[in-house]
Nanobody, 125 residues
Framework: QVELVEFGGGLVQAGDSLRLSCTTSDRTIRFDTMGWFRQAPGKEREFVAAIDWSGGTYYADSVKGRFTIPRLNAVNTVNLQMDSLRPEDTAVYYC???????????????????WGQGTQVTVST
């Protein structure tokens, strides 16, 4: 079973930056896409951002211009750089990974085969 491990959550103030990281030690699998979802209390889990095998990136409208997924040379690793954080960004952030699919809707939860345990991000006013 592939395990995704997340790092980097925490408590910050509005306007601050935070970087999340996610990786797996399994080098036998190749992901088409890795990314992040989040879930705030009382809300549904929602898409945040993703990066595909070619380096293409995808962002939710709510985070465009503030969050970035950098292209890394490391295999099966994804980071999320979060700048200008807002209280509404408070949520549990989940790392996700998906294998190849002929049509891949990267904003859809059902497309991802593997999920991390989640890391808490709290943004105070």
């Amino acid at each position: 079973q592939v395990e995704l491990v997340e790092f980097g959550g925490g408590l910050v103030q509005a306007g601050d930056s935070l970087r999340l990281s996610c990786t797996t030690s399994d080098r036998t699998i190749r992901f088409d896409t890795m990314g992040w979802f989040r879930q705030a209390p009382g809300k549904e889990r929602e898409f945040v951002a993703a990066i595909d095998w070619s380096g293409g990136t995808y962002y939710a409208d709510s985070v465009k211009g503030r969050f970035t997924i950098p292209r890394l040379n490391a295999v099966n690793t994804v980071n999320l750089q979060m700048d200008s954080l807002r209280p509404e960004d408070t949520a549990v952030y989940y790392c996700v990974a998906g294998t190849y699919k002929s049509t891949f809707d990267r904003s859809s939860r059902s497309q991802y085969d593997y999920w991390g345990q989640g890391t808490q991000v709290t943004v105070s006013t």
